[in-house]
Nanobody, 125 residues
Framework: VQLVESGGGLVQSGGSLRLSCAAS????????MAWFRQTPGKEREFVAS????????YYTDSVKGRFTISMDNAKEVLYLQMNSLKPEDTAVYLC???????????????????WGQGTPVTVSS
């Protein structure tokens, strides 16, 4: 499956952005999907994940209560609503897909087979 992110940009601290990840190709509505983020010199960091039913959602602690992940299976789009943004949220955000059909947390990059190119998010103080 091909993944293309959009929606990144420059925002002031406390602001909001909504990221989108459009899927195409061999899209399977049973995909398990996630958002990761990466800054220069650091490892890719898990942000949030959602299973294909939407009933199993996980967030990293630093974004709980501020970010919301959702998936529109009909439109084949993954979203990340980001509110109350902080300068430490600055990163390139990437979406990822896996054929995993369980409900357990999948927060390691190696657990995902398909990746987008990323969209940059910059939060100014």
């Amino acid at each position: 499956v091909q993944l293309v992110e959009s929606g990144g940009g420059l925002v002031q601290s406390g602001g909001s952005l909504r990221l989108s990840c459009a899927a195409s190709g061999r899209f399977d509505t049973t995909l398990h999907m996630a958002w990761f983020r990466q800054t220069p010199g650091k490892e890719r960091e898990f942000v949030a994940s959602i299973n294909w039913t939407g009933g199993s959602i996980y967030y990293t602690d630093s974004v709980k209560g501020r970010f919301t992940i959702s998936m529109d299976n009909a439109k084949e789009v993954l979203y990340l609503q980001m509110n109350s943004l902080k300068p430490e949220d600055t990163a390139v955000y990437l979406c990822a897909a896996s054929s995993y059909r369980g409900t357990r947390l999948r927060n390691r990059p190696v657990e995902y087979s398909d990746w987008g190119q990323g969209t940059p998010v910059t939060v100014s103080s």
